[in-house]
């Protein structure tokens, strides 16, 4: 809180009307140098806005600021134009009604800078719409042409206006701009062929011969140089380091194709600048007689081109004069001078007169065609008192515009004032301020004032001069307090008075005039004969400037000073039906120097500017005012009765709060709207408790402003996962959906398959059987007889049935053709031998069954014979089989038995022939030896040592087997016997040598 009262302290008081001590213009100077230290060049009284020069370009007008003030409570925001200007155009939005800034200060004080701010800031704030846009652009763009046309260099100012310029800005119910309207007011056509050391012409000249390419300045006769004219050299300064023409004349260029000139305009404008330099090149000579010739006739010859008239009636124009005697016309010679002063004359009424056109064409372009009902701001920039070195006409001028303005301020000022007090009811003191009604008088009155004296004497027949006008001034206001002449100076102020001058005081100051040309620039006479040159010129502006009837209206024209003071009047007029708004500039040094402060000249200003009364009026009564709402609004966290929300009435409100605060009685006093607050102590010490509140209430709006950031962040979040969910949710259940309503068509066909399945093939069954068929031979890849043997075969489909039938066919066919390949040649014998068994022992002979499964063995069948002549054979039995041993045959056919044995078993090697002996198994796993000998007789019998010899001679008889078995004729020949081993007497037959132990089978 107390940083926030020194920094209060360190920039002063941001409105005049907190200074403690009010009346002290010290503490006034102070206050402002302070702020104007630090680039704070705006302080308000009350809503006056006092504005000083900063010479520099500071950072408080950019498009951020204007967002800034726009919309904002006038005392909320530091005090700025912008906070004038959005005061000025809200009030309008809601009260619709219609506003003015005045804008005031000498010259070079930043009137109209400050009025081209305004003009930005509603150009950049207020709505627009896209065709509104080019109304805002004219808007802007009208600036920079009048400024060309209108402005110049003065020793004051680098870009003087040399004209008053009153703005209109129109907006339709919305607060769109929609258009606008200028109004100027005398502009300094003196300047056009003189100015003073130091000061140049207006603009435009120089940016034409500056900027315009080669081609323009060749068509218009110009060469770019500026010290070849009579007309601009005068001042000896036609090139400044501070302006740059080439670039304002690329502006000027661009602005006139956006309001609306055509190129025809823009030659013409461009001649008529071109021809005033001519003009002012036109040198003239004495002829012999004594008069004025043109000396050289180049010039004359370009201005007869530019502006489209008949080179040697203008040649006789500018040296003659044509005066009327009686009905006749009689052209008469002028001398040298005189031909000088009408070359002059035309100069000046051909440039005056364009630039009224100029502004008459602007207007044009900004005018609003539409005839809605509109409420308008309008921008006062007119020129500021100005006291030269010599104060001439155009001063006198300027000056009484200025104490008009100021009257306004005043009237207006108090008016407001004493309104306001006796609207809320609150008794009203009257302050004594010095009204310069007076001086006002003193140069308006009729009959009495200074230009009715002026008007008179330009009137009058005969004689009339300057220095007859000055004795007309003594004779009629003499005894004015505010006039002084040298002859009614007193001694001391005699000194400083010419013969030739007057003396006003003004409000502002005193301003010494000097008379010389007052009479001639208030009659500012044309001669007619130029006049109807330029009637007749073919150049289209020139034309409408100069109208054909102005040379049949034989009454005398109005005189500057007298149309001057009127179209102030009608000013004053639209001004007092409006709201107002003051800026008051400041010139902060005669310098222009950035930063510094010039007590004195800024003391003189305060003074003369009225600031010290005006202030004076505003503390008067109540040093500040506010409507209930707002001082509600914004105080209201003070007292807990109306925090956060009072409902009832807005007083009462009020009421409680400042019971709350601890007003004192004196200190306040409650209006009908508006609270007043007498001292500003009382202000600081509750905007005090603001500031201290403010913390308490930021940290708690900051709490909950985190809070809020939390909760909608978590809200969002909160939301986007529902949305998230959702949208899952809902993608879950169109898969589903489309999955399902997949399968429910798949069903369908599905049973439309099956009931259709009996039909031909069709689109109903297709899919149905295709898919039967296709499961059917899935099923039956796994299902396949695995052998010849596997008689099982997959049940088909009925479709399939044809299908299966010949798919199974040719299964078996397979296996059997696989069976077969597989099959080798010992297995085929084998099988055929099975088949043999087959056909031979099925269902005949028991154990045949049995003995399917068992293979035929080759190598169970072995058979042995002696090399000798025996017929014995021995059919050897495999091992496996112990209980028998082997067959021992004698055979009388031992080759055929052998061989057809041999066939049989279909083996070549089955038959062994031995030498000697062979071994021959017994049974039970016995082995015995036979033993084959020669002898005389054949026979077989068991040696001692237990061997069955077998003696070769004729033919074998087995005695024992003759004995024992016996032997048939009709076994074939061949008999058989065969060791028998019984278990239980092993061995009996080696043993005992008994052929008994061989049985004998035929074969
Ligand atoms: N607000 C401002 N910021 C910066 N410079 C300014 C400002 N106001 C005025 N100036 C300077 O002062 C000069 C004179 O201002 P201007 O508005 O033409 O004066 P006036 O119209 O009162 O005669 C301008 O050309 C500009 O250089
Ligand atoms: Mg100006």
């Not at 000396?295 to 203008?314: A, C, E, F, M």
Request: hydrophobic letters at 35%; one cysteine or more.
């Amino acid at each position: 809180m107390e940083g926030a009262l020194i920094a209060r302290d360190r920039v002063g008081v941001q409105d005049f009307v907190l200074l403690d001590s009010h009346t002290s213009e010290t503490a006034f100077l102070n206050n402002l140098r302070k702020r104007y230290q630090e680039n704070l060049i705006y302080t308000y009284i009350g809503t006056l806005l006092v504005s000083v020069n900063p010479y520099k370009e500071l950072d408080i007008y950019t498009v951020t600021q204007m967002q800034l003030y726009r919309g904002v409570n006038f005392f909320e925001l530091p005090p700025h134009l912008y906070a004038i200007a959005d005061n000025a155009y809200r009030v309008m939005c809601s009260e619709y009604n219609n506003h003015f800034i005045l804008i005031s200060g000498e010259s070079g004080a930043g009137k109209t800078e400050a009025s081209k701010k305004i003009l930005q800031y509603y150009a950049v704030t207020c709505p627009t719409t896209e065709q509104l846009q080019i109304v805002r652009d004219r808007l802007l763009l009208s600036n920079p042409v009048l400024e060309a046309f209108g402005n110049a260099k003065t020793l004051r100012n680098d870009n003087s206006s040399r004209f008053g310029k009153y703005m209109d800005i129109q907006f339709d119910f919305k607060g769109a701009p929609v258009g606008g309207h200028i109004l100027s007011y005398l502009i300094e056509k003196s300047r056009v062929v003189h100015q003073n050391h130091g000061e140049r012409n207006f603009h435009i000249f120089y940016q034409l011969l500056e900027g315009g390419d080669k081609d323009l300045l060749c068509w218009l006769g110009l060469e770019r140089n500026p010290q070849k004219y009579a007309y601009l050299v005068q001042g000896r300064c036609a090139k400044v380091f501070s302006i740059n023409d080439k670039n304002d004349w690329k502006i000027v260029r661009k602005a006139f194709s956006i309001i609306d000139f055509t190129e025809k305009d823009i030659e013409h404008l461009f001649g008529i600048v071109a021809s005033v330099l001519h003009l002012g090149n036109i040198q003239f000579e004495e002829d012999s007689n004594g008069h004025a010739i043109i000396r050289d006739g180049t010039q004359i010859k370009w201005i007869s081109k530019l502006l489209g008239v008949h080179l040697s009636i203008l040649q006789e124009s500018l040296t003659h004069r044509k005066i009327e005697a009686r009905s006749e016309e009689v052209l008469s010679p002028l001398n040298v001078d005189l031909a000088f002063y009408a070359r002059d004359a035309v100069a000046k009424a051909i440039y005056g007169r364009t630039f009224t056109w100029l502004v008459n064409k602007i207007n044009g372009s900004l005018a609003n065609k539409d005839s809605t009902r509109k409420t308008v701001i309008g921008l006062l920039d007119i020129y500021g008192f100005e006291v030269l070195d010599t104060n001439s006409f155009e001063q006198f001028c300027i000056n009484y515009c200025n104490e008009k303005l100021q009257q306004l301020l005043i009237e207006m000022t108090l008016k407001a004032e004493q309104e306001e007090y006796e609207l809320e009811g609150i008794e009203w003191e009257p302050i004594p301020y010095f009204n310069n009604k007076i001086i006002c008088d003193l140069v308006e009155q009729k009959h009495k004032g200074i230009i009715s004296i002026l008007d008179e004497e330009c009137l009058r027949p005969g004689e009339a001069t300057d220095l007859s006008f000055l004795e007309k001034l003594e004779e009629k206001v003499g005894d004015h307090a505010h006039f002084v002449t040298r002859k009614l100076a007193d001694q001391k102020t005699r000194k400083s008075i010419d013969w030739v001058d007057f003396r006003l005081l003004h409000y502002a100051g005193e301003v010494t005039y000097c008379a010389v040309g007052f009479l001639e620039k208030n009659n500012d006479l044309l001669y007619r004969n130029l006049k109807e040159v330029l009637c007749n010129s073919k150049n289209g502006i020139i034309r409408e400037c100069f109208l054909l009837s102005e040379l049949d209206n034989r009454r005398r024209p109005e005189t500057v000073a007298t149309q001057f003071k009127n179209s102030l009047m009608s000013l004053i007029e639209i001004l007092m039906s409006k709201e107002p708004s003051y800026v008051r500039c400041i010139k902060p040094n005669e310098n222009k120097e950035p930063g510094k402060f010039d007590d004195y000249l800024i003391r003189h200003q305060v003074k003369y500017l009225g600031l010290m009364e005006h202030l004076r009026v505003r503390r008067a009564g109540f040093a500040y005012r506010r409507k209930y709402e707002l001082f509600l609004q914004r105080y209201k966290s003070l007292c807990p009765a109306t925090w956060p929300h009072w409902h009832g009435p807005a007083a009462e409100g009020v009421e409680r709060l400042i019971k709350h605060i601890g007003y004192k009685p004196e200190e306040y006093k409650l209006g009908r709207t508006k609270i007043f607050i007498r001292f500003p102590k009382t202000l600081f010490a509750t905007e005090d408790a603001f500031e201290f509140r403010k913390h308490l209430l930021v940290s708690r709006l900051q709490a909950k402003y985190k809070g809020c950031l939390g909760k909608r962040e978590y809200q969002k979040k909160r939301e986007a996962a529902i949305k998230l969910e959702a949208c899952w949710r809902g993608a879950l259940a169109r898969k589903e959906a489309k999955k399902r309503t997949w399968a429910v068509q798949i069903i369908r066909k599905f049973i439309n398959g099956f009931i259709n399945r009996k039909k031909p093939l069709c689109p109903e069954n297709i899919e149905f059987v295709k898919l039967v068929q296709y499961k059917y031979f899935m099923k039956l890849r796994d299902h396949v007889p695995k052998n010849v043997l596997d008689k099982s075969w997959l049940q088909p489909p009925s479709i399939l049935e044809e299908t299966s039938e010949m798919l199974q066919k040719i299964c078996i066919r397979n296996l059997v053709r696989k069976y077969c390949r597989g099959v080798t040649a010992e297995r085929k014998v084998q099988l055929q031998q099975k088949v043999v068994a087959s056909a031979v022992f099925r269902g005949k002979k028991e154990g045949y069954l049995q003995s399917i499964n068992q293979p035929f063995m080759d190598t169970r069948l072995s058979i042995s014979t002696s090399n000798l002549s025996d017929g014995i054979v021995v059919i050897h039995v495999p091992e496996d089989n112990k209980q028998k041993g082997d067959a021992i045959l004698q055979c009388e056919h031992i080759f055929e038995t052998v061989t057809k044995l041999c066939m049989l078993a279909n083996k070549q090697n089955l038959v062994k022939v031995v030498q000697g002996s062979l071994q021959f198994r017994i049974g039970s796993g016995k082995e015995g030896t036979m033993v084959f000998t020669v002898g005389q007789e054949p026979q077989v019998f068991k040696a001692k040592n237990g061997q069955l010899t077998v003696v070769s001679g004729g033919k074998a008889v087995l005695s024992a087997q003759q004995k024992e078995g016996g032997m048939r004729e009709d076994d074939g020949g061949l008999c058989c016997f065969q060791p028998t081993v019984q278990q239980k007497q092993p061995n009996l037959f080696p043993q005992t040598g008994h052929l008994k132990d061989y049985q004998l089978y035929s074969i």
